[in-house]
């Protein structure tokens, strides 16, 4: 009696956690905004902006702004001012990419400077 009644107690636990995993999973998987906000976000004070296509688990493009007092906002992906404020976000990311691979570019063209020896050339003599 208690062999059967510890793996039917093993048995429910076991049901109950990967339950919860699964309730687990299927959050991560919805859309991220409920709710889109209709205020303008300055460009100076955004952190990060990420750009969420569409998916087979939420059908809407989001578009979550990042401010740089950590605070996020959903941003409406239609509005013209958002459209706006996402061209200029890729166009300053773009350019400090540029910057990058310039102070790399300029880091390896670094030209070697060869001592040469003070002593005076010999002459050869046949």
């Known amino acids: ?45 955004l ?5 969420f296509a569409p998916s087979p688990s939420c059908e809407k493009t989001e578009i979550i702004a990042t401010r740089k007092n ?16 996402v061209k200029q976000w890729e166009k300053q990311a773009n350019q400090k990419k540029k910057q990058k691979k ?4 300029q880091k390896s063209k670094k030209i070697v400077k060869v001592k040469r020896s003070q002593a005076p050339h010999q002459k050869k003599t046949a």
């Open 1 to 45: 009696m208690k062999r059967r009644s510890f793996s039917f107690l093993f048995g429910i636990t076991f049901l109950a956690l990967f339950e919860v995993q699964e309730a687990q999973i299927m959050r991560s998987r919805r859309c991220s905004c409920i709710n889109t906000s209709t205020e303008t976000v300055a460009l100076k004070s």
């Open 47 to 51: 952190k990060d902006l990420k750009q």
């Open 70 to 85: 950590g605070s996020q906002t959903c941003l409406n992906p239609d509005s013209a001012k958002v459209k706006e404020l």
């Open 102 to 105: 310039g102070k790399k570019h």
